[in-house]
């Protein structure tokens, strides 16, 4: 496809579960963006990827954070032992290296509930 | 304090009205302005951006950046039902995609009725 995938759309886990979610970034683009959208809580920064390498992890919120990219491209974040404050939508974003203005495309998103 | 505060409405307005949207900002080092619109269940997509202080237009959006009171603002022009969405208001002191990490304001929901 053209654009960012994300998948599932949609995943609903019991408290204390751990969850994958996956993004599929636009073919080329070498930087994968992670970010949380709470309900009033606008688009919240988790991690940014240059190629295979995290040099700003700053956004993750606690260690049962993590996120990893394998071979330039799709990218897993992985959330353990999940707590309803959890429950958010996860957005991933992609964009080329090249300039300072290049726009990040963003997929539609991971819904999360924990129940 | 957020960095970066927008009313989240819901804002309604009639078709072909005028709609102002607004951010404000405290951290200087923002130099990079951007609007994405957000439809429902979808991600963000970016409108525009602004770098440093000015206008920018962009067919019915005009986008206004005013450094000295940390205040952007778009306007829509002749506003239209496809308009219909959440307008988010980003920022970034390096730029607006590679190695940019964005600070989002929480969006404002915008109505508009035929």
């Known amino acids: 496809g053209a654009g960012v995938s994300q998948s599932p759309s949609n995943k609903v886990t019991e408290k204390g579960k751990d969850v994958e979610l996956r993004c599929d970034p636009i073919s080329g683009h070498t930087a994968l963006y992670w970010y949380r959208q709470s309900l009033g809580q606008g688009l919240e920064f988790l991690i940014y990827?240059?190629?295979?390498?995290?040099?700003?992890k700053s956004g993750l919120p606690s260690d049962r954070f993590s996120a990893e990219r394998t071979g330039g491209s799709v990218s897993t974040l992985t959330i353990q032992r999940t707590q309803q404050e959890d429950s958010a939508v996860y957005l991933c974003a992609s964009s080329l290296v090249g300039s300072a203005q290049e726009t990040q495309y963003f997929g539609p998103g991971t819904r999360l509930l924990v129940l | 304090q957020k960095e970066v505060e927008q009313d989240p409405g819901p804002l309604s307005v009639p078709e072909g009205a005028i709609v102002s949207l607004n951010c404000t900002y405290s951290?200087?080092?923002?130099?990079?302005f951007m609007w994405y619109r957000q439809y429902s269940r979808k991600g963000p997509e970016l409108l525009m951006y602004?770098?440093?202080?000015g206008n920018k237009e962009d067919g019915r959006f005009t986008a206004q950046v005013d450094k000295s009171s940390k205040y952007i603002s778009l306007f829509i022009r002749d506003s239209q039902p496809s308009d219909s969405a959440t307008y988010l208001c980003?920022?970034?002191?390096?730029?607006?995609?590679?190695?940019?990490?964005?600070?989002f304001g929480t969006g404002t929901r915008l109505q508009v009725t035929l």
């Open positions: 990827f240059q190629g295979n390498s995290a040099p700003d």
């Open positions: 602004t770098y440093s202080s």
């Open positions: 951290n200087s080092a923002f130099q990079y």
């Open positions: 980003a920022m970034s002191a390096h730029g607006t995609g590679t190695a940019s990490k964005l600070t």
